[in-house]
């Protein structure tokens, strides 16, 4: 197991709500990445936080913002959540965002 | 899109050695090949990376061609445990993995 722990484990929503994820980084890793997969995809990457600063983005709307805390946990927030929102949202924390990097287990979203 | 072509899925004895290929025609000089797996809705696990020399850890080995155009991770005594998708990415260290489809890998009893 890493030491990436993500919160909740699974989530039900209703279309146009809004969600909270939280992700506490692996001790010593100042880089929190977050994914999106849906259902037999790959993992596609949303952005990624760097001392608390978004340090990169992937194709994803407004809609999905995030957060990096001073102790490096992280969040992400997706407002007017809609259906196709239903994924599996993955967390990983690295160092320097240039090394390997660790998966939580991830938060099962999914939107009715 | 994803810098790498994987075969969508493959068979293994298990206690048989599972080798599982990657191209990676496009390769910069500066790209690393990382190797993931994931198995069934868990976060995904790294194995293994390496740029040109051949590495080797204590869950697989990564043999990169001369050109590095291509890999092959080796899982070398296959278990019933090692059946997951395997995800093989070209990284450049500049903060995204782009993930492909990967390869399933079934390991047989």
């Given at each position: 197991?890493?030491?990436?722990?993500?919160?909740?484990?699974?989530?039900?929503?209703?279309?146009?709500?809004?969600?909270?994820?939280?992700?506490s980084?692996?001790?010593?890793?100042?880089?929190?990445?977050?994914?999106?997969?849906?259902?037999?995809?790959?993992?596609?990457?949303?952005?990624?936080?760097?001392?608390?600063?978004?340090?990169?983005?992937?194709?994803?709307?407004?809609?999905?913002?995030?957060?990096?805390f001073?102790n490096?946990s992280s969040?992400?927030?997706?407002?007017?959540?809609?259906?196709?929102?239903?994924?599996?949202?993955?967390?990983?924390?690295?160092?320097?965002?240039?090394?390997?990097?660790?998966?939580?287990?991830?938060?099962?979203?999914?939107?009715? | 899109?994803?810098?790498?072509?994987?075969?969508?899925?493959?068979?293994?004895?298990?206690?048989?050695?599972?080798?599982?290929?990657?191209?990676?025609?496009?390769?910069?000089?500066?790209?690393?090949?990382?190797?993931?797996?994931?198995?069934?809705?868990?976060?995904?696990?790294?194995?293994?990376?390496?740029?040109?020399?051949?590495?080797?850890?204590?869950?697989?080995?990564?043999?990169?061609?001369?050109?590095?155009?291509?890999?092959?991770?080796?899982?070398?005594?296959?278990?019933?445990?090692?059946?997951?998708?395997?995800?093989?990415?070209?990284?450049?260290?500049?903060?995204?993995?782009?993930?492909?489809?990967?390869?399933?890998?079934?390991?047989?009893?």
């Amino acid at each position: 197991e890493t030491g990436v722990t993500q919160s909740p484990t699974h989530l039900i929503k209703t279309r146009g709500q809004q969600v909270t994820l939280r992700c506490s980084s692996q001790s010593g890793h100042n880089t929190v990445s977050w994914y999106q997969q849906a259902l037999g995809q790959g993992p596609q990457f949303i952005f990624q936080y760097y001392r608390e600063e978004e340090n990169g983005r992937g194709n994803f709307p407004p809609r999905f913002s995030g957060l990096q805390f001073p102790n490096y946990s992280s969040e992400l927030n997706v407002n007017a959540l809609e259906l196709d929102d239903s994924a599996l949202y993955l967390c990983a924390s690295s160092y320097q965002g240039n090394t390997e990097a660790f998966f939580g287990q991830g938060t099962r979203l999914t939107v009715v | 899109d994803a810098k790498t072509t994987q075969p969508p899925s493959m068979d293994c004895a298990e206690g048989r050695a599972a080798n599982l290929p990657c191209n990676h025609s496009t390769i910069s000089g500066n790209e690393y090949v990382y190797w993931y797996r994931q198995i069934h809705s868990q976060g995904p696990q790294y194995i293994i990376h390496g740029l040109k020399n051949n590495e080797t850890n204590e869950m697989a080995s990564l043999i990169i061609t001369e050109d590095r155009k291509s890999s092959t991770l080796i899982l070398p005594h296959a278990t019933l445990r090692d059946t997951a998708v395997y995800y093989c990415i070209v990284f450049t260290g500049t903060y995204k993995y782009i993930f492909g489809t990967g390869t399933r890998l079934k390991v047989l009893a």
